[in-house]
């Protein structure tokens, strides 16, 4: 038992002295390790960018809507606020959809605005298919490195002959592939290495949470390692290295390249979305259903007028000892926002549907389960993302509604001018949008617990297969 503990071992540290002396290997794994740290440099370098610029851009937009001079508080709805959405710790490991989402929302009465100035608009094509990350070069280049690294680790064995000669001196097949597992083992977490000690520094000084930095590295090293038992696998299986090179670099452009191209189209034609000239036809039309507060004869608003005067016991809304056009504005905002918030939540379904979809596809294609763990851990989802537009239209609408109560209170209902005015002092009152970060554990802690285990399952899925394979390699070396 002793004997074949120790020839693993030995199995393993040949295999990486083959590797070593590898000098296009060596070559491409220290060029793979820089990559991670210059994009995690460059990453945080750029974090820290945005981050102060949309600070500042946040802090212009409110110090002007606080300089606002005496107006009449309808003037202000329609005056606006922008906010913006500031960048996640992780971001820079992952920026996900942040960069087509937009990151800018104007914020006014009677509308609900998306948010706008995504990056994918404004830089040039090179962003539009990808950005040098860390999550990029981990997802996407790492695995090809291993590939090359790792397919003829025993299918080299055998096309050279010594296979045959490791058997006959008493090398069980099983031990032969342990040894090779745990060398490459060792490749990835070598190559998982830079981006482990960037996420520990970080964490560590408090500029990332800590738990999800831990989940994002142990995320990939699983998904490193399927590849790596995945190219063992199949060197086990096939007979010369030349074979075995073809079809992993073929199952390497299927699942990296165009899986994550083909995927979502077929999400989209499976859940269609409207367009958003149809889904503003669609609004419109249901506004005019809503009622017109311009039209005294509207059933709504005549209804509505009837219950406030008989709230407040008067006959005439000259009576009110509140301001009518203020009261049937918050009305009006009110019913707005329900219909607005409505097709929100329809397209927000349709998108979760769609995203449901393809995440499915993560069981026959780990790179998927890998992209939305990622993503999940690093705030940077589109779930993150609806997560903002919903602070930010509650916000939207207590801002408004503060505002339409400003003119039902502050403006006198009797004689009130041509031009109503309220003192500047007001606008100062009104709170700014301070969005709350989610914590991921719990805003996606299904999501982060299912792709896991799609990973694992992959990960074991293809050490049982290793395992099954290697018992017959004997076999087949006679």
Request: proline share 5%; charged share 20%.
């Amino acid at each position: 038992m002793s004997l074949g503990r120790t020839r693993v071992p030995r199995v393993a540290a040949e295999e990486w002295r083959a590797l070593v002396r590898n000098r296009v290997a060596m070559s491409a794994s220290l060029t793979l390790a820089a990559l991670i740290v210059t994009s995690s440099l460059l990453g945080m370098e750029q974090r820290n960018a945005t981050r102060a610029a949309r600070a500042r851009y946040q802090a212009t937009a409110d110090e002007a809507f606080d300089a606002q001079p005496d107006r009449h508080p309808h003037r202000m709805v329609h005056y606006g606020q922008f906010v913006f959405r500031p960048l996640s710790a992780l971001a820079f490991f992952d920026p996900g959809v942040d960069g087509f989402t937009g990151n800018t929302v104007f914020l006014e009465g009677h509308r609900q605005n998306s948010a706008n100035f995504s990056e994918a608009r404004q830089s040039s094509l090179l962003l539009r298919f990808g950005q040098l990350t860390p999550a990029f070069v981990l997802q996407t280049l790492a695995p090809l490195l291993i590939v090359f690294l790792a397919f003829g680790a025993v299918a080299r064995e055998r096309e050279q002959g010594t296979l045959r000669l490791l058997l006959a001196q008493g090398l069980r097949p099983v031990e032969l592939a342990a040894g090779k597992l745990l060398a490459h083992a060792g490749v990835v977490a070598a190559v998982a290495a830079p981006a482990l000690l960037v996420l520990a520094a970080l964490a560590l000084a408090g500029q990332a949470p800590p738990v999800p930095s831990l989940l994002m590295v142990s995320g990939y090293l699983v998904y490193l390692s399927i590849w790596a038992v995945a190219a063992l696998f199949v060197s086990l299986l096939v007979r010369r290295a030349r074979d075995a090179l073809l079809v992993l670099v073929a199952a390497w452009m299927g699942v990296v390249i165009l899986a994550p191209r083909f995927l979502p189209e077929i999400a989209v034609a499976r859940i269609p979305t409207p367009t958003r000239i149809e889904t503003d036809v669609a609004i419109h039309h249901e506004l005019k259903q809503i009622g017109d507060s311009h039209n005294p004869d509207d059933p709504y608003f005549s209804e509505f007028k009837a219950k406030t005067l008989a709230r407040y016991g008067v006959e005439k809304v000259e009576d009110l000892p509140v301001q009518w056009a203020g009261l049937v504005g918050m009305e009006g905002e009110r019913l707005t926002s329900e219909l607005f918030d409505r097709h929100a939540r329809e397209a927000s379904e349709r998108e979760a549907g769609q995203n449901r979809l393809v995440r499915q596809f993560g069981i026959i294609s780990p790179l998927i389960a890998m992209r939305q763990l990622s993503m999940s851990l690093a705030a940077t989802d589109t779930e993150s993302h609806q997560d903002f537009l919903e602070q930010v239209e509650q916000h939207r609408y207590q801002f408004v509604q503060a505002l339409n109560l400003m003119q039902v209170t502050k403006i006198p209902n009797r004689n009130a001018g041509a031009d109503p005015r309220i003192s500047a002092d007001h606008w100062k009152t009104l709170p700014g949008f301070t969005y709350r970060e989610p914590d991921v554990l719990l805003l996606a802690g299904g999501r982060i617990r299912a792709n896991l285990l799609i990973l694992v399952c992959w990960l074991a899925a293809l050490l049982v297969g290793c395992g099954l394979a290697a018992r017959h390699l004997g076999e087949a070396t006679r």
